[in-house]
């Protein structure tokens, strides 16, 4: 698979959007005294969506989330919205709406002519919260002219398509950082920060493999509660003589290994029975350290930056962390029953609508046998019941529908099982698709209130899931997170590290991080000339190149692209030619079984420098980009072209053994407990007969 990784043409429609912004808001700021807050103003564009959407029908609704983080002061705000509308629309008869969070604030009609066309809208400050927001668009696309003729809408005309380059921007000023844990983290991980790489976790050059340890806590965690997950979380080693800070810094580093600037805010205690975490301003610079000099205190400290809800409780500039300190997240419930929604969900307004429910699940995960969906609903009754029905949908798939019946508009429900040929693994959507049809539509009045239905909370999803084994990238990052949680992770870095390295370190966890679920499980890391290789009963992770690495070079057998005998470049093999210059400049990931213990998994980030295992890493920095590599090996090269090929056998999949299938099955299991029950209580009844016959005939002897 190549692929260019080069997209002119996005950059350049990038360039366009942000000069449109500008042009937009040089008019909005034009209308308005300049203040001192405005001069200091920042200005960040918020991409909906990366896949053009579409609205359909006469009448239709798209709706897309943008989060405001709790430290920005939201001045001004404009939507730049790329659409093309189907060019037989009646521009006078079609209009298109805007709501944030439900409340109209523009409307226009569209430009029918099958371009693309862009509008600028300034929204209502007043109309943003705190946290999530919901933008939607409404469409009424007319095709036919209305010459007080009643003339249904053929919906395969009537089409809206929403561009990618559609975004919000944002223009505001960053409120004081309020001296808290809470409010750094929130800031150290925003994404208007992760954007502009203005925080890092750094740890002392020629790091401890605790020290090490904890930064990968703390950056699984710090990936974790980005909200955008476009960049990977950056580590940067330091030394006592020359280290600067970026704007928010975390350092993670043994107390005696830590700068002395630092040490000397640090209050005096015993840093071999404590950890701490604190806030400190250095050099202009906010600095949150984790120290101890105590290496599994301060792996507990990273664990602790790990769970963002315990951290988003710390309305302090300190906290300590003793033996007895308890920092572990909740356990992952892989098995479980949820509820769709917890207030409930209102659909309103003609013909097609849905509701969509975003569920995460582990990336290893797939969905098994009896797992199913009830929808509890309700609607109007003013609908025409002939054609008005709903579907369940599956990752936008199809599972069932059920026809609406005005005797079961005050409650009614469907129950659907989840196929399993659909195949669904790692995160999915639950959609439930509503036709609501009047009688006559076209000829009456547009009402967006009418008709509608009501999703309750009492709608449910029963979420049964098994493990997807196989040693892929389709499965990554299995076996290094099961069930949510780290599963015997064992990094193995070259004795000599250099900032490649630390790259690279970042980069993996970053990963890992968005798809982990808790801090629980293992990490360890080793250097790789420990005696008695002990990350055997290990899921390693091994990185660098040939001459830095000793467990690359006695792997070089095993793995599916060998370097040659002096490890300065890769060589054929039998999927790929490859030329011995070329050779010296690529990277690779290459996924396998351990050499040292049946059971585990080895992966090996490797190249022919430092740096080539680097751009290797890259590759598995973000879930954005993991569709890019599948099969158990990639090569990348510096032009940024990826090939990914599949060297294992497939395996033909193992059906599952039928005690499997019952234990997935609680409606079985059910039935079966009790047929047991009942067949236990006739034995014992039997028994008792025969034993009391028995004692009259001794009796009457």
């Not at 009424?140 to 003339?151: A, G, M, S, Y």
């Not at 849905?354 to 003013?382: E, G, H, Q, T, W």
Request: glycine fraction near 6%.
């Amino acid at each position: 698979m190549v692929q260019n990784r080069a997209l002119l043409k996005g950059a350049y429609e990038m360039r366009k959007r942000m000069a449109r912004f500008a042009a937009l808001f040089l008019f909005l700021i034009s209308a308005a005294p300049l203040t001192f807050a405005q001069a200091a103003s920042v200005h960040y564009p918020i991409q909906l969506s990366e896949q053009e959407r579409s609205l359909s029908d006469a009448m239709a609704t798209n709706e897309s989330y943008f989060h405001i983080p709790p430290y920005w002061k939201v001045e001004q705000a404009a939507l730049g919205l790329d659409y093309t509308a189907t060019p037989i629309a009646q521009r006078d008869q079609s209009s298109v709406t805007l709501f944030m969070n439900g409340i109209p604030f523009h409307s226009f009609r569209p430009d029918a002519d099958g371009l693309k066309h862009s509008i600028g809208a300034a929204i209502p400050v007043e109309l943003l919260v705190e946290g999530t927001n919901r933008l939607t668009v409404r469409g009424d696309v007319r095709t036919i002219e209305n010459e007080l003729v009643c003339v249904p809408d053929d919906k395969r005309d009537n089409w809206l398509n929403i561009h990618p380059s559609t975004a919000v921007d944002m223009q505001y000023a960053i409120l004081p950082l309020d001296g808290t844990i809470r409010d750094f983290y929130e800031r150290f991980a925003g994404m208007d920060t992760m954007s502009d790489s203005q925080s890092a976790v750094m740890v002392p050059a020629a790091s401890e493999n605790a020290e090490l340890e904890a930064a990968a806590y703390a950056i699984s965690g710090f990936s974790k509660a980005d909200i955008r997950k476009e960049r990977p979380v950056l580590m940067i080693p330091f030394s006592e003589s020359q280290w600067t800070a970026k704007p928010y810094t975390v350092i993670v580093s043994l107390y005696n290994r830590l700068p002395a600037d630092i040490r000397r805010q640090l209050d005096e205690r015993d840093w071999s029975k404590e950890a701490a975490v604190q806030l400190m301003r250095l050099r202009g610079q906010h600095v949150l350290v984790a120290t101890s000099n105590e290496p599994s205190l301060l792996v507990k400290a990273g664990r602790l930056l790990a769970n963002e809800e315990l951290v988003s409780q710390l309305d302090r500039d300190r906290t300590s962390i003793t033996a007895e300190t308890n920092v572990d997240t909740p356990a992952v419930e892989i098995n479980r029953a949820q509820r769709l929604t917890e207030t409930g969900d209102t659909l309103s307004g003609m013909k097609h609508q849905v509701k969509s429910y975003y569920i995460a699940l582990p990336a290893n995960r797939s969905i098994s046998d009896a797992s199913k969906v009830k929808l509890d609903f309700r609607y109007a009754k003013n609908l025409d019941f002939t054609r008005s029905m709903v579907t369940l949908l599956v990752n936008d798939r199809p599972i069932g529908s059920k026809k609406l019946s005005e005797e079961l508009a005050d409650g009614d429900s469907l129950t659907l099982p989840i196929p399993k040929n659909l195949d669904v693994a790692g995160d999915f959507t639950i959609s439930a698709a509503f036709e609501l049809e009047l009688a006559s539509r076209y000829c009456a009045e547009n009402d967006e209130n009418m008709p509608w239905a009501h999703i309750t909370p009492d709608s449910m999803l029963q979420l049964n899931t098994k493990d997807r084994t196989d040693l892929l990238f389709d499965h990554y990052p299995y076996p290094f997170l099961r069930d949510g949680i780290f599963n015997h992770v064992a990094v193995v870095l070259p004795k000599e590290k250099d900032a490649h390295t630390y790259e690279a370190v970042a980069n993996v966890f970053t990963l890992l991080g968005q798809y982990a679920e808790g801090n629980i499980g293992e990490i360890r890391f080793y250097t790789d000339d420990e005696q008695g290789d002990p990350w055997q009963n290990s899921n390693v992770i091994t990185i660098g190149s040939y001459s830095e690495n000793r467990l690359v070079r006695e792997a070089n057998d095993v793995l599916y692209f060998q370097f040659n005998p002096d490890g300065s470049a890769f060589i054929s093999n039998e999927k790929m030619s490859i030329d011995p210059v070329y050779g010296g400049r690529l990277g690779a990931l290459q996924f396998m079984e351990s050499p040292y213990q049946d059971g585990f998994a080895m992966l090996a980030v490797t190249g022919t420098g430092p740096e080539y295992a680097a751009m290797a890493s890259k590759l598995i920095a973000l879930e954005r980009d993991k569709w890019k590599i599948w099969g158990d090996a990639v090569v990348t090269d510096t032009d940024g072209v990826i090939r990914a090929f599949r060297f294992k056998l497939e395996a033909e999949a193992e059906p599952e053994s039928g005690l499997e299938q019952i234990l997935h099955r609680t409606d079985l299991l059910t039935f079966m407990t009790a047929s047991i029950l009942v067949l236990s209580l006739v034995i014992v009844s039997l028994l008792l007969l025969i034993r009391k016959y028995r004692n009259k005939r001794g009796g009457r002897g």
